[in-house]
């Protein structure tokens, strides 16, 4: 006979002794079901947990490394336009040049990427009293907070100041008078 037919007591379907209300063979598909879902949530949650750590920390480690590369670029192209302004000034120091003739003109162009690692940063530009150890390009970040310090050497002054990241312009802005006071200045482009 069938389980279900053996619970229903002899003195009919819904008698003093009924056994249905105390049947709980639905219940089992029901609390399995749900008790499935709990445990599969969970197990998603920590798997979701995990891999954003992860992931935050590839970010990190790809914004600092491009920080690195858009640093040193820009570093090595200041140290480049200092020895361009250097040479357009050279001319004017000779006695059979004459000053009046004009000012030197030194411009380099530098194409540094408007993200890194799909962040957007600023480049800050320090020119310290000591050219070989206080002056520095600063790159910075905010999501993720980084930071990156890459120094440079100039014999020319070099104008601090702060931009957004993306194409620059290094200009020398040259003094009339004295061929050794013009300065170099970043700009965006």
Do not use: C, F, K
């Not at 949530?41 to 480690?61: F, H, N, P, Y």
């Not at 000779?94 to 000012?103: N, R, S, Y």
């Not at 120094?151 to 040259?174: F, K, Q």
Request: net charge negative; proline share 6%.
């Amino acid at each position: 006979m069938s389980r279900v037919r053996d619970r229903i007591p002899s003195g009919g379907p819904l008698g003093s002794g009924d056994s249905i209300s105390r049947d709980d063979r639905g219940v089992s598909t029901t609390v399995g079901y749900v008790l499935t879902l709990a445990i599969g949530a969970v197990l998603l949650s920590g798997v979701v947990i995990g891999v954003g750590g992860v992931i935050d920390a590839q970010t990190e480690r790809a914004v600092h490394g491009d920080l690195e590369v858009t640093g040193q670029s820009l570093a090595a192209n200041l140290e480049a336009a200092d020895r361009l302004a250097r040479l357009a000034e050279a001319g004017r120091t000779d006695p059979d040049v004459d000053p009046a003739d004009g000012t030197a003109v030194a411009t380099v162009d530098v194409d540094l990427p408007t993200r890194v690692a799909g962040v957007p940063y600023t480049v800050e530009i320090v020119d310290g009293p000591d050219p070989d150890a206080d002056s520095a390009v600063i790159l910075r970040t905010t999501r993720p907070d980084a930071s990156l310090r890459v120094p440079y050497r100039s014999n020319t002054t070099v104008e601090g100041t702060t931009v957004r990241g993306g194409p620059v312009r290094i200009a020398y802005v040259a003094d009339g008078d004295d061929p050794s006071a013009g300065t170099l200045e970043v700009t965006e482009r």
